[in-house]
């Protein structure tokens, strides 16, 4: 991934059907090779005519959107945001994957939720509750606690003081051609291939950033 204008979509860190059978080849070739291949290239031809926009880093244009006109807020917002949720989606998938968290992400969640089970019980229910697209994401709240959300669409917690650990795409092109309208049967499957390591490193740079 490009630090700034023109973004390239990065390859995923493993093979189309790594992930078979929770989530199948074509669905993940799909996902990377057309949905978030679109976001990149809309993204660039926004910024093409934006070069007071180029050197920001995707985190530094979503930050940055309330800042900009009316015009190109939302088409920003939007593909900025899709090029963004789904590099972390997809880089927060392993298949096989660790069966628990390791230190310090586990105790971190067992502070609030007890334990992984009913952490993902509560996960499940909200990647359920998105009424038509978007995702469910566990993320760092404001106080440094772990909070359970859901965002609509493309957006994002980075524009909500939010930080992200782990998110789920629950539109309907993440699950349909293997678990049809069953979102539930795809949320089941997803919490099988989630890199606890990856989301522990997220937890980790969290706290160089931001604990002393
Ligand atoms: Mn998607």
Redesign the pocket.
Known sequence: MNEHYPFINPPLPYEYDAIEPYIDTQTMRL?HNR??QTYIDRLNSILKDHPEYQTLSLEQLLMSTDSMPAETRTDIKNNAGGVY??IF?FMNLQNPAPKTPPAPLLPFLESKYKSLDVFEEILTKAALSVFGSGYAWLVINAFGNPDIITTANQDTPLTMNMYPLLNV?V?E??YYLKHYNKRADYVQDWLQVINWNRVNQNYLNYTKRYLF
């Open positions: 996902h949905h978030l949720n789904h989606y795409d539109w092109h993440a």
